[in-house]
């Protein structure tokens, strides 16, 4: 009896030895991929507020084109909040006030990088007390381009992003756990491509997917190299069966920082999201390895 009673203490011992090490590993598994997330995203509480708050759309002083993309874009579809359009040093009176959130374009820099390439991202944040508006909480960022291009070939893709970002935040209140462990990339792994044509700059593909016979090998889905200008036709007729997609990657001058890709349709839903360090070895663009993430 005594031996029994013994064995079982012992036993009992070892499995509270082996639970304790599996809770310390998921834990600091927890932490390493909190750590990787965003540590900026908005608390479930501040996520209501942004509900019952007023979104104010902050207008850039010497970008008038981006202006009229985005007032063009909150008129026609921004639908969760009351919103207000507003220049900036009216924003550097209104940030710390909680009852305000902002839609506004701000420079960021991922991962910090060791080169210090910026880039910029229209963000979805709340008013809140930091002191350095890129910790203010935010809800959703989106990048656009390197903070030194001035192109804005983004600009047809606007409307689309207005309207994700809203899917964004209302996913949030129900997902956020998941969401701030996986970034975007909770949106991949979609199978709508196999019924979507997929529209592709044939400007900004990679070396080792600059043409049909390339991509064909690994990518079995409907698909079109076009010119910036065809996409934005395209776009323009507003259509349901398709997709494109939105590059964000260095001048051609400069071999530094990250691309990235993101996959919409014009209903705003954000099919495929991924980056990575654009090198000699790993050009820019969208590359072979992005069609074998979505096919």
């Keep these: 009896m005594r031996k029994t009673i013994f064995i079982h203490a012992i ?26 997330a965003n540590p900026k995203l908005a ?12 979104t104010c759309v902050v207008l850039e002083s010497g970008n008038i084109n981006y202006n009229v993309f985005i ?27 909680s009852k305000y959130s902002f839609l506004v374009l701000m420079k960021s820099v991922y991962d910090k990088d060791p080169g210090g390439v910026s880039y910029n991202c229209l963000n979805l944040v ?13 809800l959703c960022s989106i990048p656009l381009s390197y903070s030194n291009d001035n192109n804005i070939d983004y600009g047809y893709t606007i409307p689309a992003i207005v309207k994700f970002i809203q899917k964004h935040a209302r996913n949030l209140e ?4 998941l969401i701030s462990l996986q970034g975007l990339k909770y949106y991949n792994g979609s199978e709508g491509f196999k019924d979507k044509v997929l529209l592709l700059n044939k400007d900004l593909m990679a070396p080792d997917a600059d043409s049909y016979e390339k991509i064909k090998a690994v990518y079995p ?6 010119s910036i200008s065809e996409i934005q036709a395209e776009i323009a007729s507003n259509p349901s069966n398709a997709l494109f997609n939105l590059h964000v990657g260095p001048l051609k001058d ?38 074998k993430h979505i096919r």
């Design 221 to 226: 889905y409907y698909y079109k190299l076009f």
């Design 43 to 54: 608390s479930k509480q501040q996520i209501g507020m942004f509900k019952n708050s007023k």
């Design 254 to 291: 400069s071999g530094a920082g990250k691309c990235f890709e993101m996959i919409f349709d014009v209903e705003g839903n954000l099919y495929y999201y991924n980056f990575r360090k654009v090198t000699n070895e790993n050009k820019d663009g969208f590359n072979l390895k992005d069609f």
């Design 174 to 177: 129900f997902k956020r756990t």
């Design 11 to 36: 036993t009992r011992f070892i499995a509270d030895r082996i639970m304790k090490k599996y809770i310390l590993f998921f834990a600091l598994g927890c932490f390493s991929l909190g750590a990787l």
């Design 126 to 138: 709340l008013g809140d007390a930091a002191i350095d508006m890129t910790d203010m909480p935010e």
């Design 71 to 97: 007032k063009d874009a909150v008129q026609k579809y921004w639908k969760s909040t009351d919103f207000e359009f507003i220049d900036q040093p009216e924003f550097e009176k209104r940030r710390y006030d």
